[in-house]
């Protein structure tokens, strides 16, 4: 089993919609990533969240980190044909110092 | 630019043959992560160095070795290679353990 479970793990929708995908564990972590790679590329970090509960906005998208630092969710606005990717969560588990990458959600916007 | 640099770019070998892939962090980070994607796969942490010393190990296999060096670079190293073994291999550095790494362009092995 996966210790970082991502869902959908494909989603694929018009420009201009909304989507949330979601990343959930069963371990509580001391810190939350979210990164999106590109074919051939590595993967980007976007945001890093730490605190339970925390919100953080990058433009369209929110991230949010779940209260008991368990899970998280990216919500992307108005999706646009360049948020196309490899979405991908990781995380370091409390009193662990290996970076856990999850599952990955391939989102892929439809002009 | 993330400022981590992976050579070679691209790397074709037979089977049964040894390969090195070397990996320079950003400048000032101490932490180097080695990952594994084989196609349309996840990041499989492979093993984290930080300052010189073995911090983390994931599920690299005994045909697989890797160090970090007191300039900080480090290198995987590959050996008795099987075609299973073709993957993108990606480092990544952050200045601390814990913390977000940045991630290098990969080296994508192909063995045949």
């Known amino acids: 089993t996966q210790l970082l479970e991502q869902s959908p793990q494909f989603l694929s929708i018009q420009e201009g919609e909304n989507l949330t995908v979601y990343c959930n564990s069963s371990s509580v972590f001391s810190s939350l990533q979210w990164y999106r790679q590109e074919p051939g590329e590595g993967p980007v970090l976007l945001v890093t969240v730490v605190t339970g509960g925390e919100v953080k906005k990058l433009k369209r998208l929110t991230f949010q980190f779940g209260d008991a630092r368990k899970d998280s969710s990216l919500h992307i606005t108005a999706a646009q044909t360049g948020d196309t990717g490899l979405y991908l969560c990781a995380g370091v588990e409390v009193g662990n110092e290996k970076l856990t990458f999850g599952t990955g959600t391939r989102l892929t916007i439809i002009p | 630019d993330s400022g981590v640099t992976q050579t070679p770019k691209h790397l074709i070998t037979a089977t049964g043959q040894r390969v090195t892939l070397r990996c320079s962090p950003r400048?000032?980070?101490?932490?180097v992560y080695w990952y594994q994607q084989s196609l349309d796969q996840g990041l499989q942490f492979l093993i984290q160095y930080y300052n010189g010393e073995e911090r983390a190990k994931g599920n690299i296999l005994e045909r697989f070795s890797a160090q970090q060096f007191p300039d900080l670079h480090s290198e995987l190293n590959l050996s008795s290679l099987e075609l299973g073994d073709s993957a993108l291999y990606f480092c990544a550095s952050s200045p601390r353990v814990n913390t977000e790494a940045f991630f290098g362009q990969g080296t994508r092995l192909t063995v045949v």
């Open positions: 400048s000032g980070d101490l932490s």
